[in-house]
């Protein structure tokens, strides 16, 4: 079965409010995750990652948060564009190989 | 330095032919992997080669192969294809461990009629 889930499969947001995509994986040997962008048409584009060594990692207006604990990260999107519309997906990386959750189609509205 | 380029872009085909795909790796990146995207099933990894060598393999049938060249460059190949091939197939580079993010390429849109 799937090793990576996200929550929920759409979020709708206004122009300007930050967004949380959440996503919960199940192994908790897991060291290794990833976030990906998939724009219609396009392949997925690495948006960041977090290794198990740490809870919290921030890129340009992104943030991802890592819950060992409960096995649960999150990215976060600051003052979300238009641009940022397109799917989301988290990916687990291990033995040379990704293992992605369902995805989350993000729609900013203007 | 150029992204992952994959050929064809598009392609059709029927029923019981047989397809390669192509990719290009980023230059220094020495792991390509291969997925499928569906909608109904989402992104599924098929298998992944590292210095001509598979290391990994997903849970498609034996009708899905691949190889890699000396120079990174990796094809796979679909044999008798079915309708249910019909998806995205994406080739994703890294530079080679588990510890590397991986970058996707465009995808192949393949198309069995």
């Known amino acids: 079965g799937e090793s990576v889930g996200l929550h929920l499969p759409t979020l709708s947001v206004q122009e300007g409010d930050n967004s949380i995509i959440n996503c919960a994986y199940s192994n908790s040997a897991s060291d290794y995750f990833i976030w990906y962008k998939q724009e219609s048409g396009k392949g997925p584009q690495f948006i960041i990652d977090i290794r198990s060594n740490m809870d919290k990692r921030q890129g340009q207006r992104v943030t991802v948060l890592l819950n060992k604990t409960v096995k649960h990260l999150s990215l976060q999107i600051a003052a979300t564009q238009p641009g940022d519309s397109a799917v989301y997906f988290c990916?687990?990386?291990?033995?040379?190989?990704?293992?992605f959750g369902a995805g989350t189609t993000v729609t900013v509205r203007a | 330095k150029a992204g992952v380029t994959q050929t064809p872009r598009y392609l059709i085909k029927t029923r019981g032919q047989q397809v390669t795909l192509s990719c290009s790796p980023i230059s220094g990146h020495r792991s390509v992997s291969w997925y499928q995207q569906t909608p109904g099933q989402g992104l599924q990894f098929l298998f992944e080669y590292f210095s001509e060598t598979q290391r990994n393999k997903g849970n498609f049938p034996g009708r899905f192969s691949g190889r890699q060249f000396s120079n990174s460059r990796s094809e796979m190949n679909v044999s008798t294809l079915e309708l249910g091939d019909s998806a995205l197939y994406l080739c994703?580079?890294?530079?080679?461990?588990?510890?590397?993010?991986?970058?996707f390429g465009p995808g192949t849109r393949l198309t069995v009629t």
């Open positions: 990916a687990e990386n291990n033995d040379y190989k990704l293992s």
């Open positions: 994703a580079s890294s530079l080679g461990s588990s510890a590397y993010e991986q970058y």
